[in-house]
């Protein structure tokens, strides 16, 4: 019994492992190859310290930081939907340029919504 749970928990970390492996390098090839991931990256090594001595409150600076972290994650996403689109074909279509418009929309609402949650903390 014990050395199947142990299997299981070599396997569990095994995976984290993994995935995490994965994750850096998707992080490591976006910081790369996007000029706006690189944008981002930017703001948040300025934003999110800057977040702890703008906020007065935990709840002012959780606001504050995931505001940005939504910005970065909206923008990874876009990225991948970009790729996947460009994979796909070259060709000029529909539902291609619908998909890589509605990404940008993501980024554009994320981008939004941090402005508005940082112009209200620190009026």
């Known amino acids: 019994m014990y050395s199947k749970r142990g299997d ?22 976006a910081a790369a190859t996007e000029l ?23 709840v002012e600076r959780i606001l504050l930081i995931s505001s940005i972290l939504l910005l970065i994650i909206t923008e990874l996403l876009n990225t991948a939907i970009e790729a996947v689109v460009d994979r796909i074909g070259t060709e000029q279509h529909e539902l291609s340029g619908r998909a890589k418009d509605l ?17 209200m903390v620190l009026i």
Do not use: M
């Open 36 to 58: 706006a991931v690189k944008l981002e990256l930017a703001i948040c090594i300025i934003f999110i310290p800057l977040a702890f001595w703008v906020g007065h409150t935990a």
């Open 8 to 29: 299981r928990v070599k396997k569990i970390i095994s995976h984290l492992g993994r995935a995490f492996k994965n994750s850096f390098n998707g992080f490591k090839v």
């Open 103 to 119: 990404g940008s929309a993501a980024v554009f609402v994320a981008c939004v919504y941090a402005a508005v949650v940082w112009l």
